[in-house]
């Protein structure tokens, strides 16, 4: 017997739901979620530049007045730390402690927003994670300690291969110690291609690291192509829609530039550059540099709430869980809607 299907009764959510990578614009560049990011970003930028002016850093970048070159130095301040580690320790400590608050934050919503059952605002998002910032922080640490801890024998085999009394101990050590550095290998590298996966697992479920740790080391084992296909596709869509977002964003400075150069009379590369020699040409050139950083918040808000679903997906394909299926927090804030149509047709 011949069956038909007809094409608006498919729930294409259901059937590719990998697809639906395409709206992960729609939900970054949503005001909240968008302005997080961009309050986000602007505060490290700001540590950054403290910590570059107590080091003298800006001093060997003096030359460098243009917004991209300054944007440059502050998103990657090689040029304005230089050697000085006390500057890099506190950076990378300011990094790791934001990207936890704000990328747990951005994952929460962005899941929520994705289950369409539960509206949530920042503030109702960021008290989740707070309550579970232990989680959020030192989850990703656990699999490096049990890296390093399988890797102790080997290192005390090359110590004992050193002492010639001690060489059939380090022998029986080494024995031992090589398959515990290939399970070691394999843990490590698991966190890194699964580990983008941890603040998504984290926001859409609601439970300890230990299950989000098993969970997205088994969703990207029993579904690599599953995983990589779904990365190319994060960077396809990435690329379509920040080329967009550019010329939105650009065509409006560029604008806004070219209309003051043109009613005040002083050169767009002056106010481009910050050189025209008054204070207001001084603040035009701040707000250029507020604007750009428009871009980079815009596409971390995408990544996030690309990898929420992409999240949602995997774990659809793993264990049949529907995309909708995330943990649910009642409170100011939030607004469940669960009579709402959450079949994706």
């Not at 983008?196 to 984290?202: I, Y």
């Not at 969970?215 to 994060?234: D, E, H, K, N, Q």
Request: proline letters at 5%.
């Amino acid at each position: 017997m011949a069956y038909r299907v007809r094409l608006e009764h498919v729930s294409w959510v259901e059937a590719m739901p990998l697809l639906r990578l395409a709206r992960a614009w729609s939900v970054g560049l949503r005001l909240e979620a968008w302005g997080l990011a961009y309050l986000g970003l602007l505060f490290h930028l700001g540590v950054t530049a403290l910590l570059g002016w107590s080091g003298d850093g800006w001093a060997s970048v003096e030359g460098d007045r243009g917004v991209l070159p300054v944007l440059g130095h502050l998103l990657w301040p090689a040029a304005l730390f230089g050697g000085q580690w006390p500057l890099w320790l506190a950076w990378c400590v300011e990094l790791g402690l934001l990207k936890t608050l704000v990328g747990g934050t951005l994952s929460r919503m962005a899941s929520q927003r994705w289950s369409r059952i539960e509206e949530q605002g920042v503030s109702v998002a960021m008290a989740v994670v707070l309550r579970r910032f232990g989680w959020y922080l030192l989850t990703p640490v656990l699999p490096m300690l049990v890296g390093v801890l399988l890797l102790v024998p080997l290192v005390l085999a090359g110590l004992l291969l050193r002492v010639p009394v001690a060489e059939w101990l380090g022998l029986v050590l080494t024995v031992v110690g090589l398959p515990m550095a290939m399970v070691a290998t394999v843990v490590l590298l698991g966190l890194v291609l699964a580990g983008p996966l941890l603040p998504a697992a984290l926001g859409a479920e609601g439970t300890d690291g230990f299950d989000a740790l098993s969970r997205i080391y088994a969703f990207t084992v029993a579904r690599p192509m599953s995983w990589a296909g779904s990365l190319v596709l994060l960077t396809v869509f990435g690329v379509l829609g920040y080329a967009v977002l550019v010329l939105f964003v650009m065509a409006g400075v560029c604008g806004a530039q070219w209309l003051l150069s043109a009613v005040s009379g002083v050169p767009m590369a002056f106010l481009w550059q910050g050189y025209a020699g008054s204070d207001a040409a001084e603040g035009v050139w701040w707000l250029v540099l507020l604007a750009v950083v428009l871009l980079p918040a815009g596409l971390i808000s995408y990544v996030y709430a690309g990898i929420a679903w992409i999240y949602l997906s995997l774990r659809q394909l793993y264990d049949g869980t529907p995309v909708y299926e995330v943990a649910l927090t009642t409170g100011p804030g939030s607004s469940p809607s669960p009579t709402k149509d959450v079949s994706g047709g």
